[in-house]
């Protein structure tokens, strides 16, 4: 009984997955739960797998051995269940903001109209209504990201996949979209998860941070900040809960930082 | 280039190429070097005849079907050569040793494949634009963004939606850059061609003025036939540049 309801709980488990790349160990014996409706971010040290996780959840590479379960299936590939938002945006450049919003449902086959219509909506939702014609080399960092995104929202997986999604976007761009992201997570019921390597950022966008090491990979925590998850948006920097989690993660990941 | 404060349009040398060869040609220093506006006047009286019209369009059939075969060909197989590991490594040793071969040692060998007609002239034009394509097409898609590809995966693309929808365009701008190449080639293929295998088209109006020694008209056809390729040229280059304004930010 205790167990069917964790798994409708979880949209995406992982258990005892590893992989490897050659005599190379990515990830050894990794178990990690994705609560449904919630953030969660992978959070750790470059080289620690993080992103090596988030590419077999998508099903872009396999696992060596171990099992993926989004919404309680094993995962063999990409499916329609997930989508992925990508570090370099990954946007096509001979190809309009609206065709690129549009192109997950393209390749689902979606007719153009009803495609069209459904991106329109989307890019309006991330700001961009007025650039459905322009080219990605006509936006900014922020904007191109903008982009990936309405084109993983207008496909309506169930799962959004986010590898270090504001990494190549400036200091004013990036907490503009963690504010954003607070929204998104609390208005769509979507699971995130969310790979980044900011301290700051895990703390101030996630329901639960994973905290991943290197050397081999495997998960050494999993942080679940409750105080201040509900405050207002600009007070949780100033929050104490929000710093103390903050300064522990740092205390911890500081001996892997050379 | 400026002159005396003056902006040159590109190739006004060639102004000054012309007046030499319109003095040397004047100065009748030998039969080989007819004045140029000698040669234009026979231009103009040999191109409404039905002999230099036949001789086109001859060569021009053959260049079309040569080079569109080379493309068609070309394209798809240098992507894929680019998308796949097996198949770039049985091939592309072969790509390679053609791009370099002398070609023409091969056209009697075609000869006695295909025969004296059409069909041996257009193998010779493809074979002469082929191999650049293909490798120019193979670079392109071997450059390509990664995170396109994945992205394309992860949104369910099927092999055939990836090919058309990202890799071949992906690789554009390379594949112009190959098409205008094997253009340039293929003008070499199809005179070759048509000077070996069988004497048509033009390969025949050369053969025909050089052995009567007609030098004004035998540089009159070549001047034709110089102007056509550099015109085919220019516009892929022209492409070419239109579509690497948004391959120079690929990286974004």
């Not at chain 1, 007719?111 to 939702?125: G, L, S």
Request: proline share 4%; glycine share 8%; aromatic share 10%.
């Amino acid at each position: 009984m205790s167990e069917t309801k964790q798994i409708s709980e979880n949209a995406v488990e992982v258990r005892n997955v590893f992989k490897n790349y050659g005599d190379v160990e990515a990830l050894r014996d990794l178990t990690l739960q994705f609560p449904k409706g919630q953030l969660t971010s992978l959070l750790g040290p470059s080289g620690c797998g993080k992103t090596t996780l988030l590419k077999i959840i998508a099903g872009l590479i396999p696992a060596t051995s171990g099992e993926v379960l989004v919404n309680g299936k094993p995962v063999t590939g990409p499916g329609p269940d997930r989508a992925f938002v990508f570090q370099d945006f990954a946007l096509l450049p001979w190809a309009t903001v609206l065709r690129n919003v549009a192109f997950g449902l393209e390749l689902r086959g979606v007719p153009k109209p009803q495609r069209e219509e459904i991106a329109v909506k989307y890019i309006k939702d991330v700001g961009l209504s007025g650039f459905e014609q322009s080219y990605p080399h006509e936006l900014s960092g922020g904007m191109r990201q903008r982009v990936g995104l309405a084109r993983a929202l207008s496909v309506d997986a169930q799962v959004l996949l986010m590898d270090e999604p504001f990494s190549a976007v400036d200091e004013q761009t990036r907490r503009k979209f963690q504010e954003d992201l607070l929204s998104l997570v609390q208005n769509e019921n979507k699971t995130f998860l969310f790979v980044t390597h900011s301290i700051e950022e895990a703390v101030y966008v996630s329901d639960q941070i994973a905290i991943l090491l290197p050397r081999p990979s495997r998960v050494s925590e999993i942080i679940r900040p409750t105080g201040f998850r509900n405050k207002d948006k600009d007070s949780i920097r100033r929050d104490a809960e929000y710093l103390d989690i903050v300064d522990k993660i740092w205390a911890s990941l500081r001996t892997y930082v050379e | 280039m400026k002159l005396f404060g003056y902006e040159l349009p590109q190739m006004s040398s060639l102004i000054l190429w012309g007046l030499l060869w319109e003095i040397v040609g004047r100065l009748q220093i030998t039969f080989f070097i007819p004045a140029l506006s000698d040669i234009f006047v026979t231009l103009l009286e040999i191109s409404t005849t039905k002999v230099f019209l036949t001789a086109l369009s001859d060569t021009g059939y053959a260049f079309l079907l040569g080079t569109v075969s080379a493309i068609v060909i070309g394209i798809p197989l240098g992507i894929l050569m680019g998308k796949n590991r097996l198949v770039d490594e049985l091939l592309l040793p072969w790509v390679n040793m053609f791009l370099s071969a002398p070609l023409t040692a091969l056209v009697p060998v075609l000869m006695v494949l295909f025969g004296f007609g059409l069909q041996a002239i257009v193998i010779t034009t493809a074979l002469f634009a082929i191999w650049i394509i293909v490798l120019n097409a193979r670079a392109g898609v071997m450059q390509i963004n990664r995170s396109l590809v994945e992205m394309a995966h992860s949104f369910g693309a099927t092999p055939k939606d990836a090919f058309f929808k990202i890799y071949f365009w992906a690789a554009l701008p390379e594949i112009l850059g190959g098409v205008r190449i094997g253009f340039i080639r293929a003008v070499k293929g199809v005179i070759i061609g048509q000077l070996l295998i069988s004497i048509v088209g033009f390969g025949a109006l050369f053969e025909l003025y050089s052995s009567n020694f007609l030098m004004k008209h035998f540089w009159a056809v070549l001047i034709v036939l110089f102007s056509l390729a550099f015109i085919l040229a220019e516009i892929l280059a022209y492409l070419e540049k239109r579509v690497s304004y948004y391959a120079s930010r690929r990286a974004a």
